[in-house]
């Protein structure tokens, strides 16, 4: 196995694709045949046609030996990231499903009880936080009941839901 550092996925694919042809130039190291090992330089100039070919056909040999053997173990590591990544996408989507927040329960509109008498536009139901302008006016000594709206009976009969 080469001792590269590990490689994405499209590392690892374009690296298969590039396997297509190697040229081997110079010194022939760590052949290994059927177990043989050497290390021998190869005088080119001095080698005949045949020898050449033998060796040409010995080092295709070994070289489509050790592609294969390579490009196997990248296709199992690069089936292996695709598996992890696939748990991972399933693992966020299970996840997201978990976590996602329920939908808001829709209450019914309600009606205005107090208004002020200075801004008649201004209103509050009596849920909920005070309105500044209530807060400020009980602040000044009036009451709640003082902003009121008096006619909140026939204001319910009127309203549709």
């Known amino acids: 196995m080469c001792s590269k550092p590990l490689m ?14 190697h040229i081997i130039l110079g010194t022939l190291e760590s ?16 080698m005949s046609i045949d020898e050449m070919w033998q060796l040409h056909e010995e080092v295709s040999a ?7 053997s390579e490009k196997r173990q990248l296709e199992k590591r690069l089936a292996q990231l695709r598996r992890e990544k696939e748990m991972r996408q399933s693992e966020a989507v ?3 499903a978990n976590n996602a927040t329920r939908e808001r329960r829709k209450y ?6 107090y208004r002020n008498p200075n801004e008649p536009s201004e209103t509050w139901s009596g849920r909920g936080k005070q ?11 009036h ?17 549709r839901r």
């Open 8 to 21: 994405s996925d499209a590392q690892l694919s374009s690296q298969l694709e590039r396997w297509d042809c």
């Open 131 to 141: 309105p500044r302008w209530l807060t400020a006016a009980l602040k000044t000594g």
């Open 62 to 68: 070994v070289l489509s030996v050790r592609l294969t």
């Open 31 to 46: 052949y290994s045949a059927e177990s043989h090992r050497m290390n021998r330089k190869f005088n080119l100039d001095a």
């Open 94 to 96: 299970d996840n997201r």
């Open 108 to 113: 019914p509109r309600v009606s205005a009880k």
């Open 143 to 159: 009451t709640i009941d003082e902003f009121v709206i008096r006619n909140l009976e026939s204001n319910k009969s009127n309203f």
